[in-house]
């Protein structure tokens, strides 16, 4: 490569985030193109470190994606494109194959977007998962169903965000369901649902391997949160404990498994209740979202999506990732949706309160410190007086959005 010309790296974002990547990019020198859908095109982006920005009405749309991207590419070399959203991981995944460049391309994208292949492969590979079936021949099914007790989960395999999953109980209810979706059926699988504690690891992965993680515990799961309105809460688990310990091997497995060899990652496991064994549940091929970025950099200095980006520039340079020196300090988030339009949190004035969600009819709180037992404490101490003082019950008027 020639040194004298910069990097340049072109980031699509369907959605108005990963600000910290483009800064680090550009602290870099390198030169960010933004591609974005255009409802964002007048969000508060960093345009001073932004080289050239363009919009589209959506990014995932064919042909149009890829004449877009080729014609930008008559004027610029791109070295590398990266998604800032769930959604534009599979679309920067065929954009690096029409214009082969290197990265993670379709075969491998789908293990992270699509629940159904994500499940076959980790299966395959030795990873516990729950009882599960495409949904695609009626024998199979039937005898799915036959076999494995209810309640199923009725889940499509491209969304995120607990979007679309819906609880049945019979064989009926399922039938009925697969009628009311048509040709839509094969889009989603049918699983058993397993009643537990659903948890999650927030990784750096470089050449294969987890080089950075984060296990955390959500408090209520986050499909009763979004199905039921309650207070989403979330808190990085003791790095010393038992459950951190499997949380590690299991996610490297699921890992390798899949085959990430290098970015940032964010899985999900359910830990059963009946058998008090791990399943793996989701993941997805970069940084989660619902603030926990925030509890991450908390709890540790590290911001997941500088790191991302310094992984991508390694990459580019032919340079090996060094992961930054860090804390190993501890961190919590609770949300919940508020009745008041803009909620008093003036009552909470712990010293380990380090960030407030602004936003309207929502409250939220970020807190740290080195001891995950008073994160702990402060968490349930303020799950409860959240119900008191803010949680809207009755139909919200927006789902708080959890694990997207
Ligand atoms: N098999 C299951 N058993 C119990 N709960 C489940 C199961 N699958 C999903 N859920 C619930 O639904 C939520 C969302 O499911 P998930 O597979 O993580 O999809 P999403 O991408 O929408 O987050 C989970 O966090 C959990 O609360
Ligand atoms: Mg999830």
Known sequence: MNNDKPITIL?????????????ECHRQGCHVLLLMAEAHRHDDWPWEKIHAHFYMPELSKQPDIFHAVSYLARAHQIDRIVALDDYDVATAASLREHLRLPGMGDSGARYFRDKLAMRVQAQAEGVRVPAFTGLFNYDRLRQFMDQTPPPWVLKPRFEAGAVGIRKLQHQEAVWRALDSLGDQQSFYLLEQFLPGDVYHVDSIVWAGQPCFITASRYGAPPLSVTTGGGIFNTRILDN????????????????????????????????????????????????????????????????LWQEAARLVLADVRGQAYQLPPHRQDYAGLIICLARQEQPDLSAYQDEEIVWRLPKPYHAGLLVASPSAARIEALLTSYNERFVDDFLAVGQPKEQVRTNI
Do not use: W
């Open 11 to 23: 980031c699509l974002a369907s959605e108005f985030k990963g600000l910290p990547f483009i800064h």
């Open 240 to 303: 010393e404990g038992a459950e951190t310990a499997v949380l590690r091997r299991e996610n490297e497995a699921v890992l390798r498994a899949l085959r990430l060899n290098q970015g940032v990652a964010h899985t999900e496991f359910i830990r059963s209740h009946a058998d008090g064994h791990y399943y793996f549940l989701e993941t997805a091929a970069r940084v989660g979202g619902a603030n926990i970025d925030k509890m991450v950099e908390a709890a540790t200095d590290i911001v």
